[in-house]
T-cell receptor, first 116, second 107 residues
């Protein structure tokens, strides 16, 4: 098991373009989370899945953002019509559900998005 | 919104114990206390968690007060590599992070 993998590590895009990030969680983890982090702040929750079901979305997740986890394995986060305010580190994490021997989340190294 | 409060920064001398406090004013009965740390440009790293009892692992010790309204993370012998932002949170499921405590370990 190689942990949580996120691709790409860095993405520079022009304002107005669409971008998509991928997250491959730890295989036995059925929960997957997306967070966004800006400089000097802690990670902000965006959304999470249990298997393929998206169970919660933050109000931070505007209609330009969409996340999918079609087969309950990897997940994608798409941002349409990017804005400069979308520049941030996008973090993915996975875990077992609470109560099922859950330790903490395992985070990936993140995708750093820069919108120019 | 963050559910916990932590001091914004803390310095610690290398080799000494670092005691990081956290207040969990709204913690409920089934919520675990979690601690993570984040070294610059990396994703947060899980350190330890607990429910009611104190816990210890190879990285740190966790002390939880009897009323569970506060916790303390103890790094028993801080090294320069422990310089990081440390986050505490409490949760049953979704974790919410505040700004954390910036810990700087000095030689």
């Amino acid at each position: 098991d190689t942990g949580v993998s996120q691709n790409p590590r860095h993405k520079i895009t022009k304002r107005g373009q669409n971008v998509t990030f991928r997250c491959d969680p730890i295989s036995e983890h059925n929960r997957l989370y997306w967070y966004r982090q800006t400089l000097g702040q802690g990670p902000e929750f965006l959304t999470y899945f249990q298997n393929e079901a998206q169970l919660e979305k933050s109000r931070l997740l505007s209609d330009r953002f969409s996340a999918e986890r079609p087969k309950g394995s990897f997940s994608t986060l798409e941002i349409q019509r990017t804005e400069q305010g979308d520049s941030a580190m996008y973090l993915c994490a996975s875990s077992r559900p609470p109560g099922q021997g859950a330790g903490g989340y395992t985070f990936g190294s993140g995708t750093r998005l820069t919108v120019v | 919104d963050a559910k916990t409060t932590q001091p914004p920064s803390m310095d610690c001398a290398e080799g000494r114990a670092a005691n990081l406090p956290c207040n969990h004013s709204t913690i409920s009965g089934n919520e675990y206390v979690y601690w993570y740390r984040q070294i610059h440009s990396q994703g947060p790293q899980y350190i330890i968690h607990g429910l009611k009892n104190n816990e210890t692992n190879e990285m740190a010790s966790l002390i939880i007060t009897e009323d569970r309204k506060s916790s303390t993370l103890i790094l028993p012998h801080a090294t320069l590599r422990d310089t990081a932002v440390y986050y505490c949170t409490d949760s049953w499921g979704k974790l919410q992070f505040g700004a954390g405590t910036q810990v700087v370990v000095t030689p």
